[in-house]
């Protein structure tokens, strides 16, 4: 499963993540291109930050994505820590949103479903 990670912080410092096996995950500073990087690298979720080093905050860069992935084409999860900038991000179109100290609970939660595959109908 390919995910993609828009967070400043985490570009920096990548390390502090542990990524499992199951997962192809791209670290990206910036969110201005994150139509074309999600399209390139066929991204199955994106986490997105609100803050990063870029023109675009995080609820802008989420409706942009929406405009052309639905929720089931595209999970998107703003990741903050404060509470009110994960709620604009959900209005924006996020599914999800998450204090940004669970991003590596949130990792290993998908590298799981990632292994054990589809649900058999």
Do not use: W
């Amino acid at each position: 499963m390919r995910i993609l990670i828009f967070d400043d912080d985490i570009a920096r410092s990548p390390e502090r993540l542990i990524i499992p096996p199951s997962l192809e995950v791209r670290i990206v500073d910036r969110a201005d291109e994150c139509l074309e990087l999600v399209a390139s690298f066929r991204a199955a979720s994106v986490f997105m930050d609100f803050h990063m080093n870029s023109s675009l905050k995080g609820d802008e860069a989420i409706r942009r994505l929406r405009a052309y992935y639905d929720k089931d084409a595209l999970t998107i999860i703003g990741i903050s820590s404060a509470p009110s900038l994960n709620q604009r991000m959900i209005e924006a179109g996020a599914n999800r949103a998450i204090p940004k100290k669970d991003l590596p609970d949130a990792l290993f939660e998908l590298g799981l479903e990632a292994e054990e595959g589809p649900p058999i109908p």
